[in-house]
């Protein structure tokens, strides 16, 4: 198989968890609270307005919000696995990543603060997002740390600077 169609198919894997992961999250909470579909509707609804578009009914607005739920998880997957494949040629690439992932959370965090201030979120507080995302973050990175246990090598040699 080439290094292209294995970085891609991880790539697919790790977004498919971490959207899985998400999805899974907010589905029990939702159910919890008695408003099953509840997330991916008012999401839906919200990327709708963002868009231009009309917001629609349930089933509209959870269906698009999905499709951009599943899409975006395996872009962010497959650019991961691909910045794996690059930091297997050039190590100090690894520290790159550590950096940016760390960054990224917290990144996310307070991105998810911001926006659940605003009452197109509905009741969407900032901690769950937290959770989902920290969710999806070891889902992936855990998949992608089995499928590449030379990592922790590559990462020691970037933080020692030895290569």
């Known amino acids: 198989m080439t290094t292209i169609s294995k970085v891609v198919r991880e790539g697919i894997t790790a977004g498919l968890l ?24 008012v999401l839906g609804n919200a990327m709708l307005a963002i868009i231009g578009g009309t917001p629609q009914g349930l089933a509209v607005n959870v269906t698009a919000y999905t499709i951009f739920h599943l899409v ?11 910045l794996v494949d690059i930091s297997r040629r050039v190590p100090h690439v690894t ?12 990144g996310f965090q307070f991105i998810a603060l911001f926006v659940t201030q605003f009452d197109t979120l509905g009741r969407l ?15 992936m990175g855990g998949y992608i740390w089995r499928r590449h246990p030379e990592l922790a090598g590559e990462l020691r040699v970037s933080l020692e600077g030895t290569a």
């Open 125 to 139: 507080a900032w901690y769950q997002i937290g959770v989902a995302n920290l969710l999806a973050a070891v889902l």
């Open 72 to 82: 975006a998880f395996v872009a962010v997957g497959t650019l991961a696995c691909t």
């Open 18 to 41: 971490g959207a899985a992961g998400v999805a899974l999250w907010f589905f029990v909470i939702d159910v919890i609270s008695g408003h099953p579909l509840y997330t991916p509707g």
């Open 95 to 106: 520290i790159g990543l550590l950096l940016f992932f760390v960054v990224f959370e917290v």
